[in-house]
């Protein structure tokens, strides 16, 4: 199976045990618009189809317990078949997709990556406790 991350997920944003086996990411993106979500934790995005752009990787996840990633994502969040473009390709991948209210706090990612827009805004992704999901 793949799946698209975009967010906390991507290689290099965290180091999440529940992500162990899981294959290295070729880069893609995908329709939708992108939110950046504030969390005492640190933050994490949101992707609701729509029109736009967002950048995130493919990654292998046949091996992987895909239990612990829907539980870690919440209830926030439903995990769909989507295409994704990867390598000049339309292929299908799951994603995590926002199903909940946006929060009033949470701005657009105008580019679509979220890990730029950590670096331009010097915010920090959310860290490795489970707590909350992303």
Same mark, same amino acid.
């Given at each position: 199976?793949?799946?698209?991350?975009?967010?906390?997920?991507?290689?290099?944003?965290?180091?999440?045990?529940?992500?162990?086996?899981?294959?290295? $990411?070729? +880069?893609?993106? =995908?329709?939708?618009? #992108?939110?950046?979500? /504030?969390? %005492?934790?640190?933050?994490?995005?949101?992707?609701?189809?729509?029109?736009?752009?967002?950048?995130?990787?493919?990654?292998?996840?046949?091996?992987?317990?895909?239990?612990?990633?829907?539980?870690?994502?919440?209830?926030?969040?439903?995990?769909?078949?989507?295409?994704?473009?990867?390598? $000049?390709? +339309?292929?299908? =991948?799951?994603?995590? #997709?926002?199903?909940? /209210?946006? %929060?009033?706090?949470?701005?657009?990612?105008?580019?679509?990556?979220?890990?730029?827009?950590?670096?331009?805004?010097?915010?920090?992704?959310?860290?490795?406790?489970?707590?909350?999901?992303?």
């Amino acid at each position: 199976m793949l799946l698209f991350v975009y967010g906390v997920l991507r290689e290099g944003l965290g180091d999440w045990p529940f992500l162990a086996g899981i294959g290295p $990411g070729r +880069t893609a993106t =995908a329709s939708g618009a #992108l939110f950046a979500i /504030p969390d %005492p934790q640190g933050w994490y995005p949101a992707l609701v189809p729509g029109e736009g752009t967002v950048i995130g990787a493919v990654r292998d996840a046949s091996r992987i317990d895909m239990a612990a990633v829907d539980a870690f994502e919440g209830a926030d969040y439903a995990r769909r078949p989507i295409s994704v473009l990867c390598a $000049g390709e +339309t292929i299908m =991948a799951e994603a995590y #997709l926002w199903t909940a /209210p946006l %929060p009033a706090r949470a701005p657009r990612i105008a580019h679509g990556d979220f890990a730029r827009w950590l670096a331009e805004t010097g915010r920090a992704p959310l860290g490795n406790t489970p707590s909350r999901a992303r």
